[in-house]
């Protein structure tokens, strides 16, 4: 049990209520009482935490691109937290075997701005080319809009990605991709944000020919 010394504002010693007291070189100190977790390890809390464990190995990998493409959401919490938020909710799959994320359901970015609806990706000579259909006029789309390119390997759980290869009007990009990716499996994306950064599109998965 703990004590009160000189009255209800004077220093506390032991546990009082929720708050430890501790005395040290002649002064008081509270701090709040850690709570007990009665089964640390149950199957939903691993099963939370195995789902965290997976986003985060993919959103480290891009996390400057995520900064820019959850810009929008920033008011409230870091971008990297809303797209962790968004990926947790969203995009985790939890089968018998194992916790995967669906690429699909994957936004890289996402925002108010107007994506592009026709668009392919061609991967060749150690490139990925992105083609789309400008559609500047449409809602908010602008042809200054900056384009945004990321390419994610699966095999090898890495990134690349250009957040400045060129702009809506130009209806073409092309990103780098490493020697040894040539036989991986290979994600792209596509997205834009507005020329003043103020806004960003909703990216869009882009199957890669060959």
């Known amino acids: 049990m703990g004590t009160i010394k000189k009255g209800i504002l004077g220093g506390v010693s032991g546990k009082v209520g929720t708050i430890v007291g501790v005395h040290w070189k002649s002064s008081y100190y509270i701090r709040a009482h850690a709570a007990k977790v009665s089964n640390p390890r149950t199957p939903k809390q691993q099963e939370q935490r195995g789902k965290f464990a997976t986003v985060f190995g993919f959103l480290k990998t891009i996390k400057p691109f995520i900064r820019i493409g959850y810009k929008e959401f920033t008011e409230e919490k870091s971008a990297y937290n809303a797209a962790m938020s968004y990926m947790l909710k969203k995009v985790v799959i939890n089968s018998e075997k194992e916790i995967t994320i669906d690429f699909n359901r994957v936004l890289i970015s996402t925002g108010s701005l107007m994506p592009v609806f026709e668009g392919t990706a061609t991967a ?87």
Request: glycine fraction near 6%; avoid cysteine.
């Open 124 to 210: 060749s000579e150690g490139k990925i080319f992105f083609n789309w259909k400008d559609n500047s006029g449409m809602g908010n789309a602008e042809d200054t809009d900056i384009t945004m390119v990321l390419a994610y390997n699966k095999d090898k759980g890495m990134a690349v990605y250009d957040t400045e290869a060129g702009s809506r009007q130009d209806e073409a990009a092309e990103l780098m991709i490493p020697d040894e990716w040539q036989d991986d499996e290979l994600i792209a994306y596509l997205s834009f944000r507005s020329a003043d950064g103020s806004s960003v599109a909703n990216s869009v998965r882009m199957t890669i020919l060959s």
